[in-house]
């Protein structure tokens, strides 16, 4: 593979932030500032090829509509879930998308776009934009993780992004925090996402339900698959006793997880985004209170902790950091 270089006379980077559903590219400014997004499907059930020609379309269609010829985009930058060797370009592993096995990402897009492609994992590529653009802005120690289907993790420890000796750096989600706790996708039992993320918070609720507990959210009656966090987030905003419950509890969790996590890193602000995190403070108060009662070696307060700031966009601004520090690093 012969890897293009980026290009320093542009003035605009490609973003893209690849999710297991859907594939969102921007065009952004040297300042962070998106000019232009755009989505596709990604297609994970097709393989590599199908999800990468959305990524070429997304990317394209973001340049136009951004006026952006090749010539003048810097990099493209991309958010890839999984574990990688990013410098090849070789995705080693990413758990929801089919015959991602030691697969080649960048080659196939600098072909087609003609511009140079760099790659980091999704979460750590949040992390960077974060740090550069939103939350984590003027801090040198910054720990980020992010809520959904699973809680990944990001670090930034002395300025710079660590990733591992083999890019499995701040794999946080997968921490014990409960040795009896359910099982986890990975097969262990009791790890921070088993116990903290979507499918737990709604499994909280459901077993709720399920023993009869007076709530707003048995009037979905048997179509149980209803129940998101979201359904559970309003229902606790009108104060349903069990959604506060199972929101109290999830706080917990994530408390004795954040607790774990300063006495490791010592960071100066640590961040939560992802779609769960848009539960405001029925969820961060229960987490502040566990993170101060458990956090005494490296005490809470030397800690801030606070809800992502970019948003969905942390992802595509992220990616136009990996080639803003490439760029950084020529000179």
Known sequence: MTKLHPNPKGKYIVGVDIGGTFIKAALLDRQGHIVAVTRRPAHAERGV?????????AAREAMAEGKAAADQVCGLGMGV????QSEEGICIYSPNFMGWTN?????PVEEQLGVAAFMRNDVKTATLGEHRFGAGRGFRHV????LGTGIGGGAIIDGELRLGSSEGFSEVGHMTVDPHGRQCGCGNHGCWEAMAARDAI???AVRAIQTGRATALAAHGQNLSAITPAVIYEA???GDAVAREVLEETGMYLGIGVANLIQLYNPEVFIIGGGIAQAGELLFDPLRRT???RAQMVPASTCQIVPAALGDDAGVIGASVLVLERLQAKG
């Open 236 to 238: 606790a905003q009108k």
């Open 49 to 57: 090829d199908a999800t990468l020609s959305m990524v070429v379309e």
């Open 103 to 107: 697969v080649q990402l960048l080659q």
């Open 202 to 204: 709604i499994e909280r």
């Open 143 to 146: 720990v980020m993780i992010t």
């Open 291 to 293: 993170v101060n009662a």
């Open 81 to 84: 879930p999984g574990r990688h």
